[in-house]
């Protein structure tokens, strides 16, 4: 079973910013939280990933309260080019495979 | 960040017939790769997890005789889907992960999809 849970789907116009929010109310402390991006007959895009607090790169923020339960992937000013499936997971290393949830559908209206 | 590549990018094959596909990590040696499959519409499905010089670990219900994985090398997997049928059309999709900043992060190759006639 996967261990987060994510709305099934989230409309925004152009330029907005998105974020979405995933549960991960088991989370071991050992494990990571990632963000992946997949487009359709794409393999999924690694986004972003955290332990706890704040994290930037150049295309996405993630906010990790204290708690760790959950998290959420902040995309600034999207474009259409955004619409995608995005998939939260959570893990303690590489060597353990990763259980993906449904995602979270992602279309960018202009 | 990190590079899996997978060949063929897709295949069409007649029913009963052997195909091969191979995941390889391009900039770094990957001591773990899975194999995952993937149905229109719906979200990525473990099959099993490669490890290099080992036999690889199945999921439940996947036929281990059916999906044969070969962890030839640090780089690369194989992934051979034997007498294949037509419900094993499915999008085909490996993963490797690599170290970065203390925690390995795992990274997949651009999928292979699979059509049986």
Known sequence: LAKTTQPISMDSYEGQEVNITCSHNNIATNDYITWYQQFPSQGPRFIIQGYKTKVTNEVASLFIPADRKSSTLSLPRVSLSDTAVYYCLVGDNGNTPLVFGKGTRLSVIA | GAVVSQHPSRVICKSGTS????????????????????????????????????????????????????????TLSTLTVTSAHPEDSSFYICSASTSGQGQETQYFGPGTRLLVL
Request: charge should be positive; charged fraction near 25%; include cysteine.
């Open chain 2, 19 to 74: 195909v091969k596909i191979e995941c390889r990590s391009l900039d770094f040696q990957a001591t773990t790769m899975f194999w995952y499959r993937q149905f229109p519409k719906q979200s990525l499905m473990l099959m099993a997890t490669s490890n290099e010089g080992s036999k690889a670990t199945y999921e439940q219900g996947v036929e281990k005789d059916k999906f044969l994985i070969n962890h030839a090398s640090l």
